[in-house]
């Protein structure tokens, strides 16, 4: 099956601007899905609210667009209903870190089955260009003329000590490298997160000069380094100004038991037996 | 002393159980075939949990204690639709955190069981003690025009039946459903008859006959209006979303299509009441006084109206089963010759306010009531009828 097969045709056109890192993301997450040869059937999208959520729409899978915050919560009870389907749930940095915060890390302490992939855009796009936790200190925003005040998120680090099985982080310049990430991600049995920093040119770009989208991505292109497995680094969290290159590709890879197994083996030992 | 004896005998009755409310909410939750339960433990709601957490496993189904209500009413609607009668329970504090995903239901029309065990409130209020506080909250607590489904029992044995009710309804009308108890009532033990099984019918959930890879519309309703499902994530793949949806599920802004499915959301409820109202009443013809109850507060109408007719006081009852929809048409042809109508509910005044909508000459209804997290006694009610009648207390 040809990568674009697996698009809903009929969702179209999109909602995103001329210029938004989510239709590369869009792409480089089909592509994974056709070079692991998975049928139609065998993927379940949930999503939440935001530009990034409405990526499940354009897709011809099992789609649940579901509340802000909430699609990794919805996500579990789908997984552990039926651990046999691919369950994979994009969401924005605002969806997944600022309301659904809780959500996201209590999935990963689960390690269920699930791939999260967090767009990261530093913004809320779809309320006009908000900060969020990932927005950089001093960053501007609609909500904050005079610079956002506070630390980021480093979304590695905190999937790491929230206990998430597979870890990567990749940006939309790095469109190939995407696209192997997802496909480990996808076949990676525990719970997996790719932050994937995607421009928003609309608002993080226009609000913080930072050009058009070609720039911007030009801007992932030059201010990232790739780390070998289990390194990690700093995303923007000293508030002196200096912005450390980001460290970017695969940081944690590691099999532990999964929550849905884990559960199924709890009752055949201590229930059924 | 005959009570020791009569136990005694009935314990020698087959499936005569000794339970709590919460006990009996679990129990027949999976009489009733529900197989994912997801909760979040809450005074005085926690035994629910507690007990399912042990017996899903034991039939095949799943529990998972999730972060917070609002992940678990996600959970048990993510479980839903892939096939699976699913339940949550809470209380007050955690029934208001899962208003949005309440709403999420109704408008994705995804049949799930919500068991609200009332406390004291506001805010975290009186988690120990009894309260009737959330009964609008149902009805209202999520934003925008909807409808819901709420049933309620004074006694485990109308519970048991009750909570297999809402998972009848939700399953033929593809709606939450709301079972509103009190802590009296989840707290209390008192014996339940354990239903054989296939004594109470089931409704198993109307499943499309679109065979698998033809496009199946998931809100296309059959001439009946019922709308059949397809598992998610099973043989169609179709879109969900709590945005404004046409028949395939797809986002729209179309007024036509906002106004056909906000109409089909409140008509499939408000327009089938006689098959969801259930209620009991007692002595009602030629009664002069009218008292309505619903919940542990029923069981202390019903004493006063044995004692009041008793002294040969013309006093009948209506206990509600069903709070939601409201039923107007019963309340106001039941109550129209009655003198006075005395609403008797744990809270401020909400029940009151639908009876007093519903009645002609709503001047005679009266509210018995308490808020100080007390049950309502015989004598409360009776004070109250002596007040009305000039009689003082
Ligand atoms: S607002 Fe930003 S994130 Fe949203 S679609 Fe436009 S460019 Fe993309």
């Known amino acids: 099956m040809a990568a674009t097969d697996y698009l809903r045709k009929r969702f179209m056109p999109h909602i995103w601007c001329p210029g938004c890192g989510h239709g590369i993301v869009l792409n480089s997450l089909l592509r994974a899905i056709e070079k692991l040869g998975m049928e139609k059937n065998d993927v379940v999208m949930v999503s939440g609210i935001g530009c990034s959520s409405r990526i499940q729409g354009y897709t011809d899978f099992h789609t649940l667009h579901t509340l802000h915050g909430r699609a990794l919560a919805f996500a579990t009870g789908v997984k552990l209903a039926k651990p046999e389907v691919n369950v994979l749930v994009p969401m924005g940095d605002g969806d997944a870190l600022a309301i659904g915060g809780n959500h996201f890390i209590h999935a990963a302490r689960r390690n269920i089955d699930i791939t999260a992939i967090i767009m990261n855009n530093s913004t809320y796009g779809m309320t006009g260009g908000q900060y969020s936790p990932t927005t950089a200190c001093g960053d501007l925003a609609s909500t904050a003329p005079y610079g956002t005040v506070g630390k980021p998120f480093d979304v590695v680090a905190l999937a790491r000590a929230a206990g ?8 939309t310049y790095h469109a190939r490298a995407m696209t192997r990430i997802l496909t480990d991600a996808i076949k990676h049995h525990g719970f997996s997160v790719v932050e994937i920093l995607s421009q928003c040119p609309t608002y993080y770009g226009r609000e913080n ?65 | 002393m005959s009570a020791p004896t009569r136990y005694a005998e009935r314990k020698a009755e087959p499936n005569i159980r000794f339970l709590q409310g919460n006990e009996v909410c679990a129990e027949a939750a999976i009489y009733a075939g529900m197989r994912f339960f997801a909760g979040y433990p809450i005074t005085p709601s ?7 957490s042990e017996r899903l496993p034991q039939v ?38 899962m208003q949005e995903t309440l709403g999420y239901a109704i408008m994705t029309e995804v049949p799930c069981v919500i068991v609200d065990v009332q406390r004291g409130g506001p805010s975290t209020g009186l988690p120990t003690h009894s309260s009737q506080g959330d009964v609008m909250q149902v009805r209202w607590g999520t934003h925008g025009d909807h409808s819901i489904v709420c049933l309620t029992a004074s006694n485990h044995q109308d519970l048991f039946e009750m909570v297999i009710d809402a998972f009848n309804i939700a399953e033929t009308f593809r709606t939450p459903v709301v079972v509103l108890i009190d802590e009296v009532v989840a707290h209390m033990r008192e014996q339940v008859r354990m239903p054989e099984e296939g004594e109470i019918a089931l409704t198993e959930r109307l499943v499309t006959a679109v065979p698998r890879d033809v496009d199946y519309h998931p809100y296309f309703p059959r001439e009946d209006g019922r709308l059949p499902m397809s598992n998610f994530g099973g043989d169609h793949r179709y879109n969900v979303t709590g945005l404004v949806h046409d028949m395939w599920g797809f986002p729209s802004n179309k007024p036509n299509v906002a106004d056909e499915l906000i109409h089909h959301l409140i008509h499939k409820i408000e327009n089938r009441k006689r098959m969801l109202v259930r209620h009991k009443e007692y002595n009602v013809d030629g009664a002069e006084i009218v008292l309505i109850s619903y919940g542990a507060t029923a069981r202390s109408a019903r004493h006063i109206m044995e004692n009041r007719r008793a002294v040969g006081m013309a006093v009948g009852m209506i206990e509600l089963q069903t709070l939601w929809p409201f039923p107007n048409e019963l309340i106001r042809e039941r109550c129209k010759d009655a003198d006075y109508i005395v609403v008797v509910e744990m809270n401020m005044g909400q029940m009151v306010h639908q009876v007093e909508a519903a009645v002609d000459r709503p001047h005679r209804v009266f509210l018995s009531n308490r808020v100080d997290g007390a049950m309502i006694t015989p004598n409360n009610i009776k004070n109250l009828i002596r007040v009305i009648q000039g009689k003082g207390v």
């Open chain 2, 60 to 97: 095949g189904g799943t529990f998972i204690q999730m972060e917070d209500e609002i992940a678990s009413l996600a959970a048990v609607i993510g479980a839903s639709l892939t096939g699976l009668k699913s339940m949550t329970a809470t209380s007050g504090p955690g029934f208001s955190l």
């Open chain 2, 46 to 52: 926690t035994e629910i949990a507690e007990r399912l």
């Open chain 1, 164 to 171: 998430a099985t597979y870890i990567a982080r990749t940006t």
């Open chain 1, 209 to 273: 000069d930072r050009g058009d989208a070609v720039e911007m991505m030009e801007w992932y292109r030059d201010n990232t380094v790739a780390i070998k497995p289990d390194e990690s680094g700093p995303i923007n969290s000293a508030c002196n100004g200096e912005e450390a290159p980001l460290p970017i590709g695969v940081f944690v890879n590691r099999s532990e038991p999964e929550y849905c197994d884990s559960y199924a083996k709890l009752v055949r030992e201590k229930v059924l037996s």
